[in-house]
């Protein structure tokens, strides 16, 4: 009575050779992209493509001005991290450990929304953000304020805000509740539990998380573009001044390269870049798997 | 014809991931009877009885080698041979797990559903199935008025007796069962108790459970699972 | 509680706050710099009108036209392939390649926006080129096939953690009567998973209308409205990056005010629908 042939078996069939197919698709394309950086890009990598004809040193402890490499660029872009991660890290975790421990159900779904929708604002909205700023400032502090590293600096942290607000958010709200509780039942007041249980516990995802964050800075090209970030500014001096940063660069010389050498530098700043990331992302990856004590 | 082997056995050996759950089994099932099989718990009942349908292949870092052969009318078949077909197979090797585990649907789709998948399209062909299914489970009257309904809506028995009458609507000459009265109240336990022994008047029931009573009650053959071996206790 | 216990809630609820009003914020920037434009009445002929700074015509309908062109278009071409793949890696799952796949999913996620942009330059630019033969390969086809390269680690993932929430035991069930892996994606996961699906495809939508770097750089810029996918055009993203250099004072730079509340308004609503989407289980 049970039919020899297995019913649908062509669609399993189809199906099986359609999710493989597009499988390896993902991964040519994934593999030409990286293949083609590293083709054209290896042999540009050296202490030359980021010192020029400057000693590292010297161009390490300021006493030399790099002009042909991407020593000022990679400084800017690592400013750029300091002063967004900085700024949106204490805003961002108070709203994670609030969201996951205070506040009751209406308030956080109403702050869920406002965060993922924050989260969800294209970046060059943010940047035209820091931009206004700008406008306002310059409005009323007069003629001194310009787009700088500051306010770049200002509306990166608008951008990854919402990242750090989730991963705390999360990494507590993953505690399970036998830990919770212990701290509590030994009588450590909600504060303390915080302080010596529940932040220690989800410390590694929470770690994980800004990792990601820096990632995030260290990519974005959107915000930069209009607040501040130029061609050629050296290294960057003050919070109110213009400055390079990797990403404008890699932007800047695709379209406006004058000789192959300059090309050249971009494919060498662009490997740079994607081994910031990459491995930026591979840390978070690793944080994430090996102090993860539950999951 | 009670005599007849149904399943043999022959140096099957089975590991979830380093570990070896089962090493060197040697067994013949005898068609219309009732095999229960107990033992410390974590020592691997729940895997050895996925042998049965190949259902362990689901598992991640699960693996088993050596021969399980059935015979559905046509001699002895290695269900583990490249040439045996999966979803045959597991229509001829109804499983039933120990949590009930009802599909989203409702009862009379929850029913249809293995007729479906096997391509079966004359509803009344269908419904006639699915009744008889449902009368061998003996939960037809209970439920006969609210076929419509969401089958997660039933009780814990029902929700038991609805799984076993789902993998009775395709007949099958084996039908496994995964401790499926753990979750029932004594009633209940009963009840199915009685439907399991009127079950193995036509098909082999091959039964993993912790009551040694229960064992004792319905069992032809009782194995315990012990240091990864089977043996009679 | 004791005060100190009182204090730190003060001070997380106000950080929350802050954090919660941050996207207002950013709305309400824009809307008071776009403000004497909206009250001037010329609203209308902006949002429909043509571009053409030099006749006084300052719309930005064809960049409006050309970010859903292009967002529209990467998701068709990344759409099917990310179902493919998260059904690769959550059902398929052949030994060791399914984990493979879902690692270098996450790893392209990690992958700067601007290096897709430099890579479509000198790599699909010149193929696309040659392929269609015609104009400087600039076109919304080359932009929207490397978007949808941005966007399927987005879906991937989403679709697939969505499917990895379809309960086991539904699963088990269907495996254990004999059901085909097509049987179960057809009749179990896919009435499971849809809302995720929904919400991830409109993320991914949300996410391509906002990305700036790859339009800009491979979209050609054109500022008429597109005819085929061959044609060149400008999204609001990109127009915001190029007009920002205008006059401050100029009509021509307001403009970009409007384009970025209509941004802001466009993915704002997408992350609407998604909530809405998921709820829907």
Redesign the interface.
Known sequence: MIPSRVNGEACDRLMTLFCWGCALTLTLVLAAILGFLFFKGWHVLGPKLIFGEVRPLDALLFKKRVFSGLFPAALGTFCLICLAVGTALPLGLACGIYMAEYASNRVKSFFSLMVDILAAIPSIVVGLFGFSITVFLHHYFGGRILPCLGISGIALAFLVLPYIVKTTRIALEQIPLEIRMTGLSLGASPLQNLRHVLIPASLSDIMAGIVLAIGRCAEDTAVIMLTGVVATAGVPKSLFSPFEALPFFIYYTASEYSDPAELEAAYGAALILLAICTGLFIISFQIKRRYNSFN | MNDAPKIKIRGLNFWYAKRQILEDIRLDIRYRSITSITGPSGQGKSSFLTVF?R?WE?IDGARATGRVCMDFGNGFEDINHPDC????????V??V?Q?P????MSIRKNMA??L????EKNGKTVAAKAETALRQALLWDEIKDRLNEDARALSGGQQQRL?IA??LV??PQVLLLDEPTSSLDEAAVHEMEKLLLRLKKDRTIILVSHYMDQVRRIADRHLVLRDKKLVSP | MDSGDRAARRLFFSAGLTCALAGLLVLGFMVVLGLPLIRSGMLWDILTGPWSPDHGQFGILAMAVGSVYIAGLSLIIAFPVSLGASLFIEVVRPRGAGRLLEWLVRLMTAIPTVIYGFVGIFLLVPLVRSFSGQGSGLCILTAALMLAVLICPTMILFFSRSIARVPRTWLDAVDAMGGTPYQKVRHIIFPAAWPGIVSGTVLAFGRAVGDTLIALMLGGNAVTLPESVLDSARTLTAHIALVIAADFDSLEFKTIFISGILLYVMTGLGILAARAAEKNL
């Open positions: 349908n259902l689901n077909r999966l979803p045959l197979l597991r229509r001829r109804g499983m797990f949590m585990n009802p599909l989203p559903f293995p479906t998948l096997m391509g799984c789902r993998s395709l007949e």
